[in-house]
């Protein structure tokens, strides 16, 4: 997973984690928990540099080999 593919992840994820905890448009319910878990996703795949989605599919965003 590439760099930039990485910290848009990073941003996506606290933006999902700002709407789940500091708005009221997804304050509770299955919005508010479904933010949350994809905004988790996002963290996890980005701190490990792999995603389990991209390598079914054959999607490649690292430059490198």
């Not at 997973?1 to 708005?23: H, P």
């Not at 304050?27 to 490990?48: D, M, P, R, S, Y």
């Amino acid at each position: 997973m590439g760099t930039l593919d990485r910290a848009l992840r990073i941003v996506v994820a606290l933006g999902l984690l700002y709407v789940a905890f500091g708005t009221t448009v997804a304050a509770a319910g299955l919005l508010h928990w479904l933010a949350i878990a994809v905004a988790a996703v996002f963290v996890l795949t980005a701190l490990l540099g792999n995603c389990p989605l991209y390598t079914l599919v054959g999607i490649r965003t690292c430059r490198a080999g």
